[in-house]
């Protein structure tokens, strides 16, 4: 029994120092929440103080509230690089995007980028919702108006500053002009309303605008069909820009290769002060009629891939038969193709200075005659770029001279660019060398032959540039069709030996290398070059000052290299040289 009353008793103790231990507990933990509270409001004040700072440093930050003038209304790259979050989630400075964040998208406007392309990021111009106000600046030279990326949906109706002289409305989704839309302005001499979604221009939008010299449309819906041109160019929409100079209409007609576009010459017409015309690039296009109302156009631009659309496929006789003053002249990646070009397309061009045929790979060389038919006889044609013309899957290609038999001599300039071009026969330098004064066949793969000989004959040459492709080649597209150009005939080589038989006695003698006698700078730059360079005589006979040979592998400089007599400037970085003889220089 004693021993049953102790165990009783145990019990009990235990039972009680339980709940002292339970009150204890409980003791402690309303004295820790007590402890959390202040932790929790200072947080909350923390949070609060931060978001203060953050706005004020945006409204510093803002082009409007700050004295730091930013003419597109972006937040300048000071206040960028300071921005609060500097972790790599919220932001990537890099490549200008915004990572998973949890911001409003209220909170948002364009910023551009290094590729002229947007991205978005806080700004105070846009953080409520509907269009934001535009910002007016005034300069010396007029009043600028900028209603940039302010989610506009329609020309503002606010009474701006009637002497304003520029008007910025790109970026915004506005999808009609209506009548008299900006007849207030009447001194206005710069209108952009590019990158918006403008598909109808009242007859009368433009009333009131004959100072207007520079009006921009790119980038919107302004389809070139018989159903569009009905509600966009009537024939007297351009009418009142008496005085209008340049004219963007590029980047609206995304399908070029429909045949039921048409270029809307009647409306064109009435512009007879024009002088720069930005279009898209259609299938086979002919400037009809109209076009010869414009007498004082100088610059046509019809570029593709990012500054316009453009699919032209093939030129016609008539294509430029309206177009009699153009000196400028851009067709660059247009898809064009060679045996779609007829031989008098340029012909009517008698006034032409500078031509761009660019990144069309399929012109190929097999049909340069029919490009240069037309410009044979002309005499003002100075600058002809024809970079990467040729079908990258071609094999390496020797430049014979009979598709080169109608090159224009008055060219000064000539950019042949990446067009796999390893040789030429001995008769293509006695054809092209009588004007020209800079030469870039860069990024073509040329070896050595007999055509070296051939170099005095350049007469007129200054410049001569054979640079590689760089540290790294540039990357192309797979094919989208097998055969790439089903219609390329066979390359013509007859003339294109490289040692011919009478001449082999020459290389039994020391080689000496003539160069065009006006040469004064010669570059080979990253040139896949691979030589020891062992003892080289130039005839003195040179006027040569600058030698650049970067990038290439010359481990030994052996030498000695003779008859350089005027040079001034040897750029011979990057070409892992190991040993440099003591006769080299």
């Avoid at 400037?287 to 500054?307: D, I, M, P, V």
């Avoid at 870039?440 to 005095?456: A, E, K, R």
């Avoid at 410049?463 to 055969?483: C, E, F, N, Q």
Wanted: with cysteine; glycine share 4%; hydrophobic share 35%.
């Amino acid at each position: 029994m004693t021993t049953t009353k102790k165990n009783k008793k145990k019990e009990g103790d235990l039972e009680e120092e339980m709940e002292k231990d339970m009150m204890r507990q409980e003791e402690e933990e309303e004295e820790e929440q007590i402890k959390m509270e202040p932790s929790k409001l200072t947080l909350a004040v923390r949070l609060i103080l931060i978001l203060c700072c953050t706005w004020i440093h945006v409204a510093h930050c803002t082009t409007r509230l700050s004295g730091e003038s930013n003419e597109d209304g972006e937040l300048n790259a000071l206040c960028l690089n300071a921005w609060p979050f500097e972790d790599q989630k919220y932001w990537n400075f890099q490549y200008g995007t915004v990572a998973d964040t949890n911001f409003d998208e209220d909170l948002i406007s364009c910023v551009k980028t290094l590729d002229g392309s947007t991205v978005k990021t806080s700004t105070m111009e846009t953080l409520r919702n509907g269009p934001q106000e535009c910002q007016v600046i005034k300069k010396d030279i007029g009043t600028y108006v900028n209603c940039t990326s302010r989610n506009l949906k329609r020309v503002p109706s606010t009474n701006f500053p009637p002497h304003i002289t520029v008007f910025n409305l790109s970026d915004n989704g506005i999808t009609q002009l209506p009548g008299r839309a900006f007849s207030k302005y009447s001194v206005l001499r710069d209108l952009s309303i590019r990158n918006n979604h403008i598909f109808k221009i009242d007859p009368l939008a433009f009333s009131g605008l004959s100072n207007l010299e520079s009006l921009d449309l790119y980038g919107n819906q302004l389809v070139m069909n018989p159903v569009t041109m009905k509600n966009a160019f009537s024939d007297n929409v351009f009418a009142p820009l008496k005085n209008l100079k340049e004219l963007r209409l590029n980047r609206n007609n995304p399908q070029p290769d429909d045949r039921a576009l048409r270029y809307p010459d009647k409306a064109l017409a009435q512009l007879s002060n024009l002088e720069t015309l930005f279009l898209d690039g259609f299938t086979e296009p002919v400037f009809g009629s109209g076009f010869a109302n414009l007498t004082r156009l100088k610059y046509l631009n019809l570029n593709g891939y990012r500054e316009g659309y453009c699919k032209l496929s093939g030129l016609k006789n008539e294509t430029f038969r309206h177009m009699t003053s153009l000196e400028h002249l851009l067709i660059r990646e247009c898809q064009l193709q060679g045996h779609k070009i007829e031989a008098a397309t340029f012909l009517p061009l008698k006034k032409l200075h500078f031509l761009d045929l660019s990144k069309n790979q399929d012109i190929n060389v097999q049909f340069f005659d029919r490009l240069f038919y037309g410009l044979q006889n002309t005499s003002t044609l100075k600058h002809l770029h024809m970079e990467f013309v040729v079908n990258l899957y071609t094999l390496g290609v020797c430049l014979s001279s009979k598709y080169i038999k109608y090159f224009p001599q008055s060219v000064e300039y000539l950019g042949v660019q990446s067009n796999k071009l390893e040789c030429i026969d001995r008769n293509v330098i006695h054809i092209i060398g009588k004007s020209l004064k800079v030469i870039d066949i860069s990024q073509n793969n040329f070896i050595f032959g007999t055509y070296f000989l051939d170099f005095p004959k350049l007469s007129q040459l200054t410049t001569l540039i054979i640079d590689g492709y760089g540290y790294l080649p540039v990357a192309h597209r797979l094919p989208k069709i097998y055969p790439f150009n089903p219609h390329t005939p066979q390359l013509d080589t007859e003339n294109c030996s490289l040692y011919e038989s009478d001449e082999i006695k020459e290389y039994t003698q020391d080689f000496i290398l003539h160069l065009p006698p006006k040469l004064k700078n010669l570059t080979l730059g990253f040139a896949n070059l691979k030589n020891i360079i062992s003892k080289l005589t130039v005839d003195e006979n040179n006027v040569l000052e600058d030698l650049t040979l970067i990038g290439n592998y010359f481990p030994i400089l052996e030498g000695p290299i003779c008859g350089l007599k005027s040079i001034k400037s040897c750029r011979l970085m990057k070409n892992s040289i190991s040993t440099i003889s003591e006769q080299f220089f």
